[in-house]
């Protein structure tokens, strides 16, 4: 039977059953699903299995198989049209009565009408495949179980069908878009929505942005009046001369305010002046690009205007100089220190240019910041060529150029006034660094600040920005979180990986026994968390049955143990007094490294996440690494609301005020962290853990701060490959009270956040104004921004 009459019987039967569907998308669909089957197929017009694998794109077999078996209605081992379109109408446009039947065969593995504990932990052993999930045998036997237990209502082995439809009458909002994700490919284009006003002409825009807007309207108009005088001056020369002059006090004004938004400590300080609420400050970072592209952009004219003016006065019949004369030698005598203004400037253009490219986020983000942090540093030749290329120059740069270097000198001094050290450093599995740095007296921050870091060690002369993930209450040590993303980072990892997990010099043996004498004396600490790393190590996962806790670090800055000089350790390539290790129980993790590495910390500097403490519902929103600056913000945020902790004296009852100072005025806190796979939750976990246990149990009007989790590659509960797990983990979190995934009491959900849900689930809580902040990718800010300005949120994002 050919193609088209197989599509004509199709039809007919489809078209009974599809009446919510108009005639003209069932004619759509049926003709894109028809020409997808072609493509799939081949010549001989029937898909067999390992087609049919290819097509769906499935991660694991099983669920191909199950699949195939399943279209394939006749049992002839390939799948034509009219079976495909049959199974697709069923799954796609079908009731819910019949995709629960299809996912019930598809369960029944041997097709005995039943489904028993083994067919259903094979089932679920292929959901955690697809959802890249990680789980120790022991934990899927407790999820296989936890599902079994629950479904099989009358307690005689088996699952029935009926038992099955009973249990995910749970799950309405499932069932009604239950369906197989990766037949996506098998739906028809959407139709092309209407256009709407683009987002930069609202009016919710222009209302959330008017502090911008307004300068970003000075700043424009500024540059005009610049432009319109210096023309205006040198009308006499031509046109070619008063575009050129009027670029050239453009390019005064621009390549001297541009210095202005990197001078990060000032910044900082105007940060906590009145001047934070009339000023954008917190895009100086996008501001600086701006002028970037606006420099190189009147460069470029300026250039052209005195090219073309070359040309003109090489043209005169008196003139005694050709145009290469004007353009590549000091002869013509153009400029006001010995005729070089154009040799300087055309290397200046070369510079310029060469800093642009450079700066581009395919430079930066692709693992080559090292290239743009050396090429940016030509800013100092850019200023030499650009005062002897201008005789006005000078006076524009004096004043931002004295405190740009007073910040860098001061910076210099600081950061050189203790001798700072790396006493431990964690690998972690998903290739991010965590360290451990002394301390000093005199280093005092504000949670969310960052810090320029430099380890003589790795790189000499290199300075790296990262967030500081500790909170300031923690007196002793300064933790940064570094991902492994550039040369340098890479650097970094392998520079402990590569070194053994505790340095004792010569005496290894000695010290490896003290430390494990030390393991067995009681010591006081100071914050408990659940073993999440060592779990995570040692079976592959996160979370963690083990109900034992230890320290967050083993570095104790309290006892030092006075040792000979051959006793010293030297993992920095310096000889500095080895601090004595703090015992972590059970024993010290394989990835932990001990040591006093020399360091230097530049800052720290001022991000928009000082805000948060100013704010009635702070939103946290962070995406893979982004967590770090919230990190030692949630530490904060805890460390204060524990003060406002009472106590009652006749009894044990305790509450929390709900008080309003200048130091917090925070009423709620939801903090969403959205990661790409389960080993990213390794970085902060633990932290989580213990903000979760910080919290009381019961608070009237619900937590203080409230946790979102989200795993994007995990399939979500809607998708026939995941809804098995997905019911099995939400059964077990009950059980357990904690989430199998993580160990958090928290849920971790599958997918991305809906958007819409979460930000009106916000706004109906009634809590304050809402602020969002935000540390992720450019992508996903834009997003959330939108979201923000038709809600009136306040959105921050960080920005280094």
Not at 736 to 763: H, Y
């Amino acid at each position: 039977m050919s193609i088209d009459a197989k599509l004509g019987q199709a039809e007919l039967e489809l078209l009974e059953s599809r009446g919510a569907m108009n005639a003209d998308d069932d004619a759509k669909w049926l003709e894109w699903v028809s020409h997808q089957f072609e493509i799939i197929a081949g010549e001989d017009r029937e898909i067999d299995l390992q087609e049919f694998k290819t097509a769906l794109k499935v991660k694991e077999s099983f669920f191909a198989e199950r699949f195939f078996a399943l279209f394939d209605s006749d049992g002839n081992g390939t799948i034509t049209l009219q079976e495909l379109l049959g199974a697709l109408n069923l799954l796609i446009h079908g009731n819910t009565m019949d995709k629960l039947k299809f996912l019930f065969h598809v369960y029944d593995v041997d097709g005995s009408g039943s489904i028993d504990p083994d067919e259903l932990r094979t089932v679920l052993q292929s959901c955690l495949k697809e959802s890249a999930i990680s789980l120790p045998e022991e934990k899927l036997d407790d999820l296989t179980l936890a599902l079994f237990e629950s479904a099989d209502k009358d307690h005689n082995g088996s699952i029935t069908f009926e038992e099955l439809q009973e249990e995910l009458t749970n799950f309405p909002e499932v069932m009604e878009n239950l369906t197989i994700s990766a037949a996506n490919w098998l739906k028809p284009p959407s139709s092309k929505k209407r256009p709407q006003m683009p987002r930069h002409l609202t009016l919710a825009y222009w209302h959330n942005n008017s502090g911008k807007l307004a300068i970003l309207s000075a700043y424009i108009g500024l540059n005009i009046l610049l432009f319109t005088l210096a023309a205006l001056k040198h009308q006499s020369f031509g046109v070619s001369i008063m575009v050129a002059k009027g670029c050239g006090q453009c390019l005064n004004f621009n390549c001297s305010f541009i210095v202005v938004l990197m001078l990060r400590r000032c910044l900082t300080w105007l940060r906590a002046t009145w001047l934070a609420r009339v000023f954008p400050l917190d895009q100086n970072v996008e501001f600086h690009q701006l002028i970037g592209y606006v420099v190189v952009a009147f460069t470029l004219i300026h250039t052209i205007a005195h090219v073309v003016n070359f040309v003109r006065l090489a043209q005169l019949v008196d003139n005694p100089f050709q145009f290469w004369e004007y353009l590549l030698t000091t002869r013509p005598g153009i400029g006001w220190v010995h005729g070089t203004a154009s040799l300087t400037g055309i290397v200046l253009q070369l510079l310029i240019l060469i800093m642009l490219v450079c700066s581009c986020p395919f430079v930066r983000r692709s693992g080559h910041f090292e290239v743009f942090y050396w090429t940016h540093l030509s800013y100092i030749l850019i200023w030499v060529l650009l005062i002897i290329h201008g005789p006005s120059f000078w006076k524009w740069l004096l004043v931002p150029g004295l405190l740009f270097f007073l910040e860098k000198g001061v910076g210099l001094v600081l950061s050189h006034m203790a001798a700072l050290s790396i006493v431990e450093a964690n690998l972690l599995s998903s290739k991010v660094t965590h360290l451990v740095i002394k301390r000093p007296s005199f280093f005092s921050y504000k949670p969310g600040d960052y810090v320029y870091l430099n380890i003589p060690a790795i790189a000499k002369y290199e300075w790296h920005p990262f967030t500081i993930s500790s909170a300031p209450e923690q007196e002793d040590t300064i933790w940064l979180h570094v991902r492994s993303q550039g040369q340098w980072t890479n650097r970094l990892y392998d520079y402990f990986k590569a070194s053994d997990p505790i340095c004792f010099g010569t005496k290894r043996l000695t010290q490896n026994l003290k430390l494990r004498k030390s393991q067995r004396m009681p010591q006081e600490t100071k914050v408990h968390i659940l073993n999440t790393h060592s779990a995570s190590t040692t079976q592959g996962i996160l979370a963690s049955n083990m109900e034992k806790t230890v320290e967050l670090m083993s570095y104790n800055p309290e006892k030092l143990t006075q040792k000979k000089e051959e006793d010293l350790i030297d993992c920095g390539k310096e000889r500095e007094e080895k601090p004595q290790p703090r015992s972590v129980l059970p024993l010290l993790n394989e990835n932990q490294r001990l040591c006093n590495i020399k360091c230097y910390l530049d800052g720290p500097y001022g991000t928009p996440t000082r805000r948060i403490f100013a704010s009635e519902h702070a939103v946290l929103i962070g995406a893979g690494i982004g967590i770090t600056p919230f990190a030692s913000i949630l530490q904060s945020i805890m460390y204060r609301y524990q003060k406002r902790k009472q106590n009652c004296p006749n009894c044990h009852y305790s509450w929390y005020e709900d008080v309003k100072n200048d130091e917090m005025k925070l009423k709620k806190v939801d903090f969403i962290w959205i990661n790409r796979d389960q080993r990213s939750f390794e970085w902060f976990v633990s932290l989580l853990t213990k903000l979760e246990m910080d919290q009381v149990k019961e608070e009237p009007g619900g937590h203080f701060l409230e946790l979102h989790m989200y795993m994007t590659s995990a399939l979500g509960k809607n998708d026939m490959k995941a809804i098995g797990l997905q019911m099995a983990l939400d059964l077990l979190a009950k059980k357990e009270n904690k989430d199998s995934i993580t160990g958090l009491k928290t849920r971790t959900q599958p997918g991305r956040p809906d958007w819409n849900k979460v930000f009106q689930k916000l706004a109906a809580e009634n809590k304050g104004k809402v602020q969002v902040f935000f540390c992720g990718s450019p992508a996903l800010a834009k997003v959330l921004k939108s979201h923000c300005e038709l809600l009136n949120f306040r959105f921050f994002k960080e920005n280094f």
